[in-house]
């Protein structure tokens, strides 16, 4: 109760905001991403490359609730005070894993109508493919993973478990407001470790079944960590535009310090930019070293045509530009700075997300290749380029905005009636009187 004594006299509600926040957010959420269907049928696209548009925007928010979840996890894992402060408006995106399961549905529902073949190849099945051929031998050695119960048993259990996860730690941080109970606190962070392990097992997995199985030939055992570090550059862009459009709405203004804006700084460039950059060279690195055939066609998609311009946009917009700006503290702590860079990362993660899921490997066209040279010179005007190379589409973007509204929409319900700052936290005063040294 000391601790709450000591906060600064602040508006720490939503208040009539909260209402306003979800419920249009919401309906601009759900109207963007219907719409973003009547305009694919409209446009005479294929259904596979909307559900490829769909499960970019889908990962996109995922991946940023996701990111929360560990932040909110690690916390409390390491007994944290800095963070309190700004905790629980991680919450309120962590509590998006409560229906974050929703939009997953579609997704399940052609893999189970069998209209998901051109999206996840493998739902084929081995017997549709040439008698005798690579792909046919491949995809029968996976078929104990990789056939739609068993892919659609683990997908429920991810959702399952990052639901009681976010019940849990969601809940239990909202009850402390009323019971000031700090045994409460003590039970989460006995809780963190076990929940850190399932978050990992889960998170890694996950990336794995619905992004490294769009192509089931290719793998790569660092995928799974590099999801993660993707997550947690969206995450750690998105908290700071959170904190700083609430400061700007008159919202915890005193609270949350330039010292708590760099310390969000540094973890977004810690885990999003330097961490993010060593997983992903590390990843190419490997693959190119191994020269494996299953291996480098996931990544020579993705350096043909407008493709490696796309790469490019990520080696230099998700790491050397946003490192060469953050790497001092100064800008960490000006505000519009901070905020730029992370507007510029929260659009980058997109990017990230789109290149991760939407090219489709021409397995034929490598297969007639006689060098990597001949792919760049011919690909751009062979046959293929049509159908393999970039071509970004108007839903894209309305996919991406719609899913983004939900996303904070559902953050905005979950905070509706809630202080914006754990108000009996323990360790709220060690976060008060916070400072970097």
């Known amino acids: 109760m000391a601790a709450a004594s000591a906060l600064p006299n602040e508006n720490r509600y939503l208040g009539e905001l909260g209402p306003k926040l979800y419920m249009r957010l919401g309906g601009l ?17 294929d259904s596979a490359r909307f559900w490829r548009a769909y499960l970019v925007a889908y990962f996109f928010v995922l991946s940023i609730c996701l990111g929360a979840l560990f932040f909110t996890i690690l916390q409390h894992l390491t007994r944290a005070g800095w963070s309190v402060v700004v905790r629980r408006i991680s919450e309120g995106l962590v509590a998006n894993l409560k229906w974050i399961w929703i939009g997953f549905i579609p997704i399940i529902v052609l893999v189970w109508t069998g209209n998901a073949h051109e999206l996840y190849h493998w739902t084929v099945g081995a017997d549709a493919l040439p008698e005798g051929s690579p792909e046919q031998a491949m995809l029968e050695y996976k ?20 639901f009681v996860l976010a019940r849990f730690f969601v809940g239990n941080s909202i009850a402390q407001d009323t019971t000031g109970d700090a045994k409460t606190t003590t039970r989460m962070q006995t809780i963190a470790a076990p929940a850190m392990l399932l978050y990992a097992f889960t998170q890694s997995y996950a990336a794995i079944d619905w992004i490294m ?8 055992t660092m995928f799974g960590v590099y999801f993660f570090a993707a997550s947690c550059c969206g995450f750690g862009a998105t908290l700071i535009l959170m904190v700083s459009f609430l400061q700007k709405t008159g919202r915890v203004t005193q609270s949350i310090t330039t010292e708590h804006h760099q310390e969000m700084g540094k973890f977004l460039f810690a885990f999003g930019i330097i961490f993010w950059a060593y997983i992903g060279y590390s990843q190419y690195m490997l693959i190119w070293y191994a020269n494996i055939p299953e291996e480098t066609t996931w990544f020579m998609i993705r350096q043909l045509g407008s493709w490696k311009w796309l790469s490019y946009l990520i ?8 490192f060469i700006v953050l790497l001092s503290k100064h ?8 905020v730029s860079a992370c507007l510029w990362l929260f659009a980058i993660h997109y990017v990230d997300m789109y290149w991760l899921t939407m090219p489709s490997i021409p397995m034929e066209m490598f297969a007639e290749a006689t060098s990597y040279e001949a792919l760049s010179i011919d690909f751009p005007v062979s046959q293929y380029a049509a159908e393999y190379d970039l071509s970004f589409q108007f839903f894209d973007l309305t996919l991406w905005l719609g899913f983004a509204c ?15 700052i754990p108000e009996h936290d323990p360790r ?4 008060l009187a916070y400072e970097n040294i």
């Open 406 to 420: 939900l996303m904070f929409g559902g953050a905005a319900f979950a905070l509706r009636n809630q202080a914006l």
């Open 331 to 338: 800008p960490k702590r000006f505000k519009i700075m901070l």
């Open 315 to 322: 080696i230099f917009g998700h790491f050397f530009v946003p």
């Open 428 to 431: 709220l005063y060690e976060s």
């Open 213 to 220: 199985t769009l192509e089931y030939a290719w793998f790569s």
């Open 143 to 162: 078929d104990a993973y990789l056939n739609p119960m068993f892919w659609t048993l683990r997908a429920a259990a991810y959702f399952v478990i990052w």
């Open 29 to 45: 959420g759900i109207l963007l991403i219907a719409g973003s269907y009547g305009l694919s049928k409209l446009m005479g696209d």
